[in-house]
Nanobody, 122 residues
Framework: QVQLVESGGGLVQAGGSLRLSCAAS????????MGWFRQAPGKEREFVAA????????YYADSVKGRFTTSRDNAKNTVYLQMSSLKPEDTAVYYC???????????????WGQGTQVTVSS
């Protein structure tokens, strides 16, 4: 089992920045690729970003490419999502998740955090 806890969400104005953190405990964190997903009210959960277990490879959704950056610190068992130039359409609950392989597909992620709310005001 891997337990994941997100933090860092909040209310920010459009154009602002936030950094989300996801702290992991349980099984060896560095064995897992990590992903970020989000779900807005009335919408399906969607992929945002993913990072390989070494941190050498990353994927991003087109909607966040160039604005969001994911990174990880395996010594701290933590993965980050730096969000810049935020837009109202980025408003959602953001989830981190762990997968055995780098993937953009929700079904490949086996462990999930509880989510953190990000609200971007116009």
């Amino acid at each position: 089992q891997v337990q994941l806890v997100e933090s860092g969400g909040g209310l920010v104005q459009a154009g602002g920045s936030l950094r989300l953190s996801c702290a992991a405990s349980g099984r060896t964190f560095s064995n897992y690729a990590m992903g970020w997903f989000r779900q807005a009210p009335g919408k399906e959960r969607e992929f945002v970003a993913a990072i390989s277990w070494t941190g050498a490879s990353t994927y991003y959704a087109d909607s966040v490419k160039g604005r969001f950056t994911t990174s990880r610190d395996n010594a701290k068992n933590t993965v980050y999502l730096q969000m810049s130039s935020l837009k109202p359409e980025d408003t959602a609950v953001y989830y981190c998740a762990a997968s055995e392989g780098l993937s953009t597909r929700i079904r490949d992620y086996v462990y999930w955090g509880q989510g953190t709310q990000v609200t971007v005001s116009s």
